[in-house]
């Protein structure tokens, strides 16, 4: 199934334990479990984003982006909290500074067989806003097609970068 595919901006500035966030949205017609294996599970992630290998009981898992470049290098995922299937906390060190970290929190809540994802990653500054934006709004809208057996070739991240940046700058002016 093939679907007409318009990259909107969906992230909004939220403060949380007086940190500022982006928290996006997305919700699927499927059970909590379902959806939990589609953030959580190696084989599931690789439809959208990429795979780990590793022990995720061990508190940390060697992740592959295969979204992007089959070449992107391989970072650690460290799983600071995980409360299945509602709530996964995780950090890495920055592509662009290994001194920070990029910090994410993904909840998850059924009602009434709909799940909606609450995917939020911490942000320090517009620059950053700007370039994360727009990517989790591309992944996620990739998990989204991938969860409905959509194309995923309709999803170009050249439609949503440098498009949605504005959107971004303006969350955190």
């Keep these: 199934m093939t679907t007409t595919h318009t990259p909107k901006a969906t992230g909004r500035l939220q403060e949380r334990e007086g940190t500022a966030y982006l ?5 699927f017609r ?3 479990t379902d959806v939990w294996a589609a953030v959580t599970e190696s084989d599931r992630l690789v439809r959208w984003i990429g795979h780990w290998d590793g022990d995720p009981t061990s508190g940390a898992v060697t992740f592959y982006m295969t979204a992007e470049a089959a070449d992107a290098p391989a970072e650690t995922i460290h799983i600071d909290e995980c409360d299945a299937p509602r709530r996964v ?3 890495s060190a920055r592509p662009d500074d290994h001194s920070l970290e990029w910090k994410w929190q993904i909840d998850l809540a059924e009602a009434d067989g709909v799940t909606t994802l609450t995917f939020a990653q911490e942000v320090a500054d517009t ?15 990739r998990m989204v097609a991938a969860e409905n057996g959509e194309d995923l070739g309709h999803i170009d991240f050249n439609e949503y970068f440098p498009a949605l940046t504005e959107h971004y700058r303006r969350e955190l002016a």
């Design 89 to 91: 906390v995780m950090r």
């Design 23 to 27: 928290v996006f949205e997305r919700t």
């Design 30 to 32: 499927a059970p909590i």
């Design 127 to 141: 620059t950053l806003a700007e370039g994360v934006g727009p990517g989790w709004d591309y992944y996620l809208d």
